[in-house]
């Protein structure tokens, strides 16, 4: 008698289902199909962005060898026939060459870093000077002559009277204190040690004592950019004078603290740095000015000659300005989106695209690799598409569709467009502020619907007037109107800034939590069709990972010097109440906090003398006790044993007697050699979060090293 099966076998229902499944994404992927190659851009980023955050060479090594083998996998599925499997082929592929690239790149400017601290006297060649007026300093880099012992380039800050009039190329002789450049203070500071490493800066340091100086041959002629700095400083003083001159040649030395604090509170700061906005309204007034000029000529309007004559004086007004500005990497990167844009224009393309934003993405991304960590690239390029996407959508271009209207209506609506489109900007880029800057500006949408048409249609416009009708002497008027427009731009800052709620701030971005945020948000924009809601899930997990995360009770410096102590009203105090502005500011950001930070000898349950501070930290089961440190003098192990044995961290900036060991944790100058700065949750179950990583292979972890006093010294010890 035959027999039947009675059920569908298992591997054949989910041979089923796996072919179901793909050919539905098949199906997706061929609607997006247009959107598939602003993904490039994305892949390549991941796989620097990854090589970052990965530590050693065996990790990059692996992960290599795992995108080889996703490479191997999209081949099975399929190359000729099946979307997807070219996807996961492309997408491998150019991930492993963003990990080449970046490693790659990190090799190619490896230099010689400083060991340790070291006061030399040394000559150098003045490679840039960069004043700094409203701190009373001048920076420099330095490259030092005839010294092996040294680093081949140095950053040098010098008071304003040691450095009158220093040019670059002069050749001077200083007396200074050098050190390795600093790694991050704290957990999720900025690691100034990563940027040299690219820059080539093996040491930072003061300048002590007079500086001398090769006597010139003939007259000293400051470069352009200097000269021009100190005219518009002559006709506008204080900061509206450092704004102006940032505005022109990206110099913003002359800003005060405030001001600039304020900028950056009221969602401002982006108008301080040359970027897309400023590139694009020099290049467009250019292309307007000459557009209306060649229009007059008959012959060249008939010949068709008018828009490339037009674009070519956009670009050289652009390329002119990029040079003025000192070429720095945000502005060659809007500089390069623009010639981007004027190409399109000439090929009868639609200009603003996100292909275009992609082009420009990867072309940065090959050429400067490391600029992916920075917030200038990722802030920069996430607001433009996120405008871009904004006005790419149905909703948007009906809403701003031209009508039939009065003109109050059609004014208003123009301006709701400007407010949304701030709103959508703020919302893009609150990760990306968190996650850098631990803080986000929560009016900055309103603020920027008035400060970018009065920084783009009067301060630029007005300026540029200034300067041109300077040469004929009859400037005046129009450097008037500069400084009333920036006085009115620095009132606004101060308005937005000083608001309450101003500013959010949270503590440490979680780096996956961050990745899931920015994933998440691509998925939002870049896609076209339904699927692109899928991306809400991951955004919205990566922003609560960041809202769960709760602050450190503890936060100790890398010297060991300064301890902040959360307290129970959720405001912090400082060990030492005499630190200054960097370490109170470095502090605040990585606890989450905008509120001044007190002194802890100041408390009731602190109990301190002359050596040590005593404190519980906590409550209930979660209660500590902290021992910390604050005298110079020699104590013998024997007489701190028994209150190192009572309390659960003892915290000093200097070594510990072995006889000092606390009940959880013992932090002294030689644990924080390896872990550097530290935050501790003192919870249930204590937890310390370190700035370094063990086993980190990075180049400017273990770079070689040089001794600064002719003293050979081993190479292969972690830079500090």
């Not at 209930?620 to 044993?641: H, K, N, T």
């Not at 990583?693 to 292969?716: K, V």
């Amino acid at each position: 008698m035959a027999t039947r099966q009675l059920q569908t076998p298992i591997a054949a229902r989910w041979t089923s289902l796996w072919r179901g499944a793909g050919d539905a994404l098949e199906a997706r992927l061929e609607a997006e199909r247009e959107r598939i190659g602003l993904w490039l851009p994305v892949a390549l980023g991941a796989g620097i962005a990854t090589w970052f955050a990965l530590p050693a060479k065996a990790h990059w090594i692996g992960l290599l060898l795992l995108l080889a083998g996703g490479l191997c996998g999209g081949l099975l599925i399929g190359w000729q026939k099946s979307r997807l499997g070219r996807l996961v082929v492309v997408g491998c592929g150019v991930m492993a060459a963003g990990v080449l690239l970046i490693w790659a790149r990190a090799v190619w400017v490896a230099a010689p870093v400083l060991a340790g601290p070291v006061v030399t006297e040394f000559s150098a060649i003045v490679e840039r000077a960069e004043p700094l007026p409203a701190k009373g300093q001048v920076r420099i880099l330095a490259l030092p002559q005839n010294r092996t012992d040294l680093p081949p380039r140095v950053r040098l800050t010098l008071r304003s009277e040691q450095a009158a009039n220093l040019t670059d190329g002069e050749i001077i002789g200083v007396r200074a204190r050098l050190m390795p450049p600093p790694t991050a203070s704290l957990p999720g500071g900025y690691d100034f040690a990563q940027r040299a490493w690219f820059d080539r800066i093996g040491a930072v340091g003061t300048v002590l004592g007079d500086v001398s100086r090769v006597p010139a041959k003939g007259a000293v002629t400051l470069p352009l950019r200097a000269r021009l700095n100190a005219h518009i400083h002559d006709q506008i003083d204080g900061s509206p004078g450092g704004i102006a001159a940032a505005l022109v040649t990206g110099d913003r030395g002359a800003i005060s603290e405030a001001d600039e604090e304020a900028m950056r509170r009221s969602g401002l700061a982006h108008l301080l740095s040359i970027s897309g906005l400023h590139v694009t309204a020099v290049v467009g007034f250019a292309m307007f000015l000459t557009l209306r000029l060649f229009a007059l000529s008959r012959r060249l309007a008939l010949a068709g000659y008018v828009l490339p004559l037009a674009a070519a004086a956009g670009a050289l007004a652009g390329g002119g300005y990029t040079w003025l500005a000192g070429a720095e990497v945000p502005t060659l990167r809007s500089f390069i989106a623009a010639l981007l844009i004027l190409v399109a224009f000439l090929m009868g393309r639609e200009a603003l695209t996100l292909r275009l934003v992609a082009a420009g993405a990867l072309i940065v991304l090959i050429w400067r690799p490391e600029s992916l960590a920075g917030p200038s690239f990722q802030l920069s390029f996430a607001a433009v598409t996120a405008i871009i996407a904004l006005h790419e959508s149905r909703p948007m271009r009906s809403f701003l569709m031209r009508r039939d209207e009065p003109w109050p209506v059609r004014f208003g609506r123009a301006v709701a467009g400007l407010l949304l489109t701030g709103l959508v900007v703020e919302i893009a880029l609150a990760p990306i502020a968190l996650f850098h800057f631990h803080k986000a500006g929560l009016y900055g949408a309103l603020a920027n619907v008035i400060a970018i048409p009065l920084t783009t249609f009067v301060i630029m416009p007005a300026e540029a007037l200034a300067l041109l009708f300077d040469s004929v002497g009859l400037g005046a008027p129009f450097w008037w109107i500069t400084e009333q427009a920036l006085l009115a731009l620095i009132g606004l800052a101060h308005g937005v800034a000083d608001a309450p709620g101003a500013v959010a701030m949270m503590p440490s971005f979680p780096r996956w939590g961050f990745a899931l945020a920015i994933f998440g948000g691509l998925w939002l924009l870049l896609w076209k069709t339904r699927w692109r809601r899928a991306g809400a899930v991951p955004l919205a997990i990566g922003m609560a990972a960041l809202l769960v995360q709760p602050r450190p009770d503890l936060l100790v410096t890398s010297d060991g010097r300064h301890i902040a102590a959360a307290l129970p009203d959720g405001s912090y105090a400082l060990l030492r109440d005499r630190a200054g502005d960097y370490v109170r500011d470095s502090m605040a950001e990585a606890a989450g906090v905008d509120a001044p930070l007190t002194a802890l000898t100041d408390l009731d349950h602190v109990e301190c003398n002359r050596d040590f501070c005593r404190w519980s930290q906590g409550e209930g089961s979660a209660r500590r006790i902290i021992l910390a440190s604050r005298g110079r003098d020699r104590i013998e192990g024997a007489e701190m044993a028994a209150s190192c044995a009572a309390a659960d961290v003892v915290i000093s900036d200097r070594w510990l007697p072995h006889e000092c060991v606390g009940r959880w944790m013992t932090i002294d100058r030689d644990s924080l050699a390896t872990s550097g700065g530290l935050a501790l949750y003192l919870s249930k179950k204590p937890e310390a979060v370190a700035t370094l990583r063990a086993g980190d292979g990075h180049p400017w972890r273990l770079p070689q090293q040089l001794s600064g006093n002719d003293e050979a010294i081993p190479t292969g010890g972690p830079a500090r």
